[in-house]
């Protein structure tokens, strides 16, 4: 017997679902360019994040041998082409929308725009501490462990000028990438933590100004195969990773993340004033019991303070919109 089609049942034409997707890519992708706000929690709040890890984790070998087959329509719905186009496009329109203005914002008006940062990453550090749940010797030890090295590692004297490499961008690409798939974590913090968030920001400036030079072409290209290398080698690892050890995984995570605020206090000072290029500069931190209290330092913690509710008001709408449960994650098993 053949299905008859149900004319009473609701569901959107092909084109409404497009530009739904659209819209949620451009969400996400003003999202992904503010560091402490997490792509991962918009599209949990956008109803979407179980499908897109789902999608992303399914670029493997499997498909390969679909495409190799010349199954280009199988291949097309196991990774579920018809949301990550629009969804793609989307993520990519609103980087560039609002990339310019986060360069212009940490050139002109740095120790605002880290205070915002700062509270916004504060925020995303308790929320990540709750994904751990009923904490354990062993998880706070993981915790402990991550702060440490996240301050080691945003200390090194090879940060504060971070190495000028095509290997390095790529290598920032491959790393930042995996946040997508992390609610709470954010690929541009960690862009921020590795020195290379100006740089990248200033290039989407370029775009739009139509300035782009022969080493800004290859910039992108190389952080762009860091991320596509970065998401189809690391997506699998840390899908597995959230199903089975969520609380270990969190644990270090937010360790990772309390360690690194180090590197976005908003009270520092310019050592290199001679310098005028700035991504060339260095900034040592100012201990809060140096800074003045004025006008400019109640400011300064105002920002920080209404960052991180934001971020928490963020968050709470994603809880309501849908909770992620580890065995909500799709298993290797079932791909």
């Not at 399914?58 to 097309?76: G, M």
């Amino acid at each position: 017997m053949t299905d008859q089609p149900d004319h009473n049942r609701r569901e959107p034409i092909p084109s409404q679902a497009d530009f739904a997707n659209l819209g949620r890519g451009l969400l996400m992708g003003g999202a992904d360019i503010i560091p402490g706000v997490s792509g991962g929690t918009v599209a949990l709040i956008l109803g979407i994040y179980e499908r897109l890890v789902t999608a992303i984790s399914h670029v493997d070998a499997k498909l390969v041998s679909l495409v190799a087959q010349r199954k280009i329509r199988d291949a097309a719905d196991r990774i579920d082409l018809r949301l990550l186009i629009p969804l793609g496009i989307g993520i990519l329109s609103g980087v560039i929308a609002l990339g310019s203005v986060m360069h212009t914002l940490l050139e002109d008006h740095r120790q605002l725009t880290f205070a915002a940062f700062f509270g916004m990453i504060s925020a995303s550090c308790y929320l990540v501490f709750r994904l751990i749940g009923k904490p354990t010797g062993g998880n706070l030890a993981l915790l402990a462990g991550g702060v440490v090295i996240a301050y080691g590692i945003v200390t090194l004297p090879g940060l504060k000028t971070p190495p000028d490499a095509l290997w390095y961008v790529f290598l920032c690409g491959a790393v930042a990438i995996c946040a997508m798939i992390l609610p709470g974590i954010s690929g541009a913090f960690i862009l921020l933590v590795l020195g290379k968030y100006h740089e990248i920001t200033g290039i989407i400036k370029e775009v739009l100004k139509l300035k782009l030079s022969v080493s800004s072409v290859m910039t992108v290209i190389v952080f762009a195969s860091g991320c596509l290398i970065g998401l189809i080698s690391f997506s699998k690892l840390l899908r597995w990773l959230l199903a089975h050890k969520t609380p270990q995984t969190m644990s270090v995570l937010c360790g990772f993340m309390i360690g690194s605020l180090y590197k976005i206090w908003p009270f520092q000072i310019d050592t290199t004033p001679e310098i005028r290029e700035f991504k060339y500069k260095h900034f040592e931190p100012v201990p809060l019991t140096d800074v003045p209290l004025n006008g400019q330092l109640l400011l300064t913690i105002a920002v920080a303070v209404v960052s991180a509710i934001a971020v928490l008001m963020l968050e709470r709408l994603g809880t309501k919109k849908e909770t992620i449960q580890p065995e909500s994650l799709p298993s290797d098993e079932n791909s």
